[in-house]
């Protein structure tokens, strides 16, 4: 009876040492608030205006984005977060991280500083814990779909945004200045020492502008109506995780840089000279480097006046040869020579958000 009594003591006092050593006490959070700098733009060339539907050069003053702020991932037995994550980099505690700092969270931006409402997050205590942010523009109109779709999901989030438009016909009006010059941002493996959480947000989308160039000797050419129309991609989802993919997702209609049934909108090209941003707009589209064509099925039409001689509605050619990279503004050049105009795209060096070239952002 001594010798089982003892066996049972002595086993019991093993299993409280157990607990005991895999007990591991929660994260202290400090006094300190997690804010957020300035936002920047990642723009090369940098706008000197703001066309209708263009892009942004600076993040606009009374503008918010959406965030999602990860630090500590889950226990393994999803009971509660594992401070013994904190310092593991993103890489290797996102797929039992849960966005338990900001979930959708809106940040505004006053012109000087960021703010959001309600409870101020705060840092933990140890200076070495690593911290991730991921953020979206805009955070209003509902462009974006954000998973997961709570604060408890576990992995690395996704983020697709969706053009404003959906369905329709080929004769559908759209409106250019409806689509809002997407942008997304992320921090990985920030610290706490780093102040605030700085955000540089990179272009979605692509950037379209019209110029006109009379290469004829005598005559002038007088354009009344300049339109872009088709079948066009709606959406692109980052998956922080994977990468970039493109939902088959299409919608139909025009874009009307200048408008043949108003007369304020002709532009006169004479011999030799040229026309820039017609219409003083900036189409932004979804461009699918897994498709074909890449923009979408669209085709080119103008109105114009040659020699007394009006054309209405002429088709002038389609973008299906040409491979456009996001975070781009392209001129599409429309060359009079003779009697016909003649398609080039150019990278607008002007207008560039980044250098001619992809975002350097990388989610993989």
């Known amino acids: 009876m001594k010798i089982k009594t003892i066996f049972l003591l002595s086993l019991t006092v093993a299993t409280l040492s157990c607990e005991k050593s895999e007990y591991t006490a929660p994260a202290v959070l400090s006094g300190e608030s997690i804010l957020f700098g300035i936002p920047d733009v990642s723009s090369g060339g ?35 977060l594992d401070p013994n ?53 805009p955070y209003e109109g509902g462009y974006f779909a954000v998973t997961p779709e709570t604060a408890e999901g576990m992995g690395a989030p996704t983020l697709t945004f969706s053009m404003p438009f959906e369905g329709g016909e080929v004769e559908t009006p759209r409106t250019m200045e409806e689509i809002p010059d997407a942008m997304v941002a992320a921090a990985m493996d920030a610290t706490r020492g780093d102040g605030h959480v700085n955000l540089r947000f990179y272009h979605m989308l692509v950037g379209l502008n019209f110029k006109a160039n009379n290469y004829n000797e005598t005559h002038g050419v007088v354009i009344h109506g300049l339109r872009l129309a088709g079948t066009f991609h709606r959406s692109v989802k980052i998956d922080i995780d994977k990468g970039q993919s493109y939902p088959e997702e299409t919608f139909r209609g025009t874009f009307a840089f200048l408008d043949g049934s108003d007369e304020t909108d002709d532009v006169k090209v004479l011999a030799h000279q040229s026309a820039d941003r017609l219409g003083d707009k900036v189409l932004m589209l979804v461009s699918n480097p897994t498709a074909n064509p890449y923009l979408g099925d669209i085709e080119i039409y103008l109105d114009y006046t040659f020699m007394g001689e009006v054309h209405t509605n002429r088709y002038i050619g389609s973008v299906a040869d040409f491979f456009p990279q996001a975070g781009t503004i392209y001129t599409v050049e429309l060359n009079f020579i003779g009697d016909a105009f003649v398609l080039n795209f150019v990278v607008d060096n002007n207008q560039v958000w980044e250098d001619g070239g992809d975002s350097d952002l990388d989610f993989e």
Do not use: I
């Not at 290797?92 to 849960?98: I, L, N, V």
């Not at 979930?103 to 705060?122: H, P």
């Open 46 to 80: 940098g706008l000197s205006s703001r066309a209708a539907g263009g892009p942004l050069d600076e993040f606009p003053e009374g503008g918010s984005f959406g965030v999602l702020g990860y630090c500590l991932a889950q226990k393994g037995d999803n009971t509660d």
């Open 85 to 137: 994550t904190g310092t593991d980099s993103w890489e290797a505690k996102a797929p039992r991280s849960t966005p338990h700092l900001f979930y959708k969270t809106e940040v505004e931006y006053n012109g000087s500083a960021c703010y959001y409402t309600g409870m101020q997050q705060r840092w933990y205590e140890p200076r070495d814990y690593l911290y991730s942010f991921f953020a979206y523009y």
